[in-house]
T-cell receptor, first 111, second 114 residues
Framework: AQSVAQPEDQVNVAEGNPLTVKCTYS??????LFWYVQYPNRGLQFLLKYITGDNLVKGSYGFEAEFNKSQTSFHLKKPSALVSDSALYFC?????????FGKGNQVVVIP | DSGVTQTPKHLITATGQRVTLRCSPR?????VYWYQQSLDQGLQFLIQ???????AKGNILERFSAQQFPDLHSELNLSSLELGDSALYFC?????????????FGEGSRLTVL
């Protein structure tokens, strides 16, 4: 079954520094991968997706993600973090008519 | 605003009771998905409907049931509630079923079972 793993519970980063949130995946066949963000007391919001094509995918709010087939990874990145980026980030993979989500990473951007 | 509407936003009830959560998908979306979010289990897929028909089933308990009506809104029924059912229940919608597009999530219904 398709699954994703987010190895870190929390990521702390200083404002203005690069932000990376890690995700590895396990799929049979070609992976369809997604990143979502959840702000406090809100639903999940789509950030970006990888279906095919360029390994570097650009998304909303200045985020991008790098697909690496050999390492089965799909890490989320932002060159310069903002305090407003503090939220819960979910990696997800498509399979069997559903998205399977990772457990989420809490990102804390320190002013 | 995602365009997905969930009611009620908050619900407090007692063990053994039954509740119904309602979801109106985004205009034009035919698929509805239900997810349960809890601290210990993360975000768990429960069930998906497409144009009124069940398409996929996840970790949904037998005490839970759902349906999608002709106007495409969906209801999730939770019965014989237990303390462990306390969670945030999300509905999401999408145009089709292939999931090559993104899901649009509502803001959730927070259920507290006392």
């Amino acid at each position: 079954a398709q699954s994703v793993a987010q190895p870190e519970d929390q990521v702390n980063v200083a404002e203005g520094n690069p932000l990376t949130v890690k995700c590895t995946y396990s799929v049979s066949g070609n992976p369809y991968l997604f990143w979502y963000v959840q702000y406090p007391n809100r639903g999940l919001q789509f950030l970006l997706k990888y279906i095919t094509g360029d390994n570097l995918v650009k998304g909303s709010y200045g985020f991008e993600a790098e697909f690496n087939k050999s390492q089965t990874s799909f890490h989320l990145k932002k060159p310069s973090a903002l305090v407003s980026d503090s939220a819960l980030y979910f990696c997800a993979v498509k399979g069997n008519n559903r998205l399977a989500f990772g457990k989420g990473n809490q990102v804390v951007v320190i002013p | 605003d995602s365009g997905v509407t969930q009611t009620p936003k908050h619900l407090i009830t007692a063990t053994g009771q039954r509740v119904t959560l309602r979801c109106s998908p985004r205009s034009g979306d035919l698929s509805v998905y239900w997810y349960q979010q809890s601290l210990d289990q993360g975000l768990q897929f429960l069930i998906q409907y497409y144009n009124g028909e069940e398409r996929a089933k996840g970790n949904i308990l037998e005490r839970f049931s759902a349906q999608q009506f002709p106007d495409l809104h969906s209801e999730l029924n939770l019965s014989s509630l237990e303390l462990g059912d306390s969670a945030l229940y999300f509905c999401a919608s999408s145009r089709g079923t292939a999931n090559t597009g993104e899901l649009f999530f509502g803001e959730g219904s927070r259920l507290t079972v006392l």
